[in-house]
């Protein structure tokens, strides 16, 4: 069974950064994208930025130009570099990776605090 683990989550002062991994544990076959969501409390899940085996990256509107994602499709491995963070982007981050093989599969990330407060 496919395990994902994040990493880098934290405390962190508006304006600041911090950097998100997910490994996968093992070889994901059919690998097609992965991406990180988030949910604060009281909210949905949203999806935040996600990022296809070819390279082609989406973003959420409220983190262009701040946030950054990017994979290691080799090391089964998403990154989410997040700069100039914000109060309102104080959630649970849960990372994604999405496969097909005779049909679409999604695994999930138990998810990594980040809080961003002074």
């Known amino acids: 069974q496919v395990q994902l683990v994040e990493s880098g989550g934290g405390l962190v002062q508006p304006g600041g950064s911090l950097r998100l991994s997910c490994a996968a544990s093992g070889t994901i076959f059919g690998l097609k994208s992965m991406g990180w969501y988030r949910q604060a409390p009281g909210k949905q899940r949203e999806l935040v930025a996600s990022?296809?085996?070819?390279?082609?990256?989406t973003y959420a509107d409220s983190v262009k130009g701040r946030f950054t994602i990017s994979g290691d499709n080799a090391k089964n491995t998403v990154y989410l570099q997040m700069n100039s963070l914000k109060p309102e982007d104080t959630a649970v981050y849960y990372c994604?990776?999405?496969?097909?093989?005779?049909?679409?599969?999604?695994?999930w990330g138990r998810g990594a605090q980040v809080t961003v407060s002074s």
């Open positions: 990022i296809t085996t070819g390279g082609s990256t």
């Open positions: 994604k990776f999405s496969r097909r093989i005779l049909s679409d599969q999604d695994f």
